[in-house]
């Protein structure tokens, strides 16, 4: 049974970061490309940033310089590290794991979510 399972979500002041983890289990990770995407009320999800099984990042260009996705396969878990946080950042952000880093269909399987809320 695959399981996606976020944590490091919150509350914080603009301008202020936050560290979200995924830990997987139930999938050959190495495989996997391991992404985060978020959605917020009333929008549609957006990819925020991948990580490809080679290394390879992906940003979406509004997170560009201040997010950096990184993972550690030892440990089967992917990071998101977002700092100078914005209050449009505020979003519920899910963790997904795919085996091609789709663009075009959705990713084969996804965390539950983890919300971050940034006020200013």
């Known amino acids: 049974q695959v399981q996606l399972v976020e944590s490091g979500g919150g509350s914080v002041q603009s301008g202020g970061s936050l560290r979200l983890s995924c830990a997987a289990s139930?999938?050959?990770?190495?495989?996997?490309?391991m992404g985060w995407f978020r959605q917020a009320p009333g929008k549609e999800r957006e990819r925020v940033a991948h990580?490809?099984?080679?290394?390879?990042?992906y940003y979406l260009s509004s997170v560009k310089g201040r997010f950096t996705i990184s993972q550690d396969n030892a440990k089967k878990t992917v990071y998101l590290q977002m700092n100078s946080l914005k209050p449009e950042d505020t979003a519920m952000y899910y963790c997904?794991?795919?085996?091609?880093?789709?663009?075009?269909?959705?990713?084969?399987?996804w965390g539950q979510g983890t919300q971050v809320t940034v006020s200013s």
């Open positions: 139930g999938i050959t990770y190495a495989s996997y490309c």
């Open positions: 990580i490809h099984s080679g290394g390879w990042t």
């Open positions: 997904a794991a795919d085996s091609l880093c789709a663009t075009t269909r959705s990713w084969n399987y």
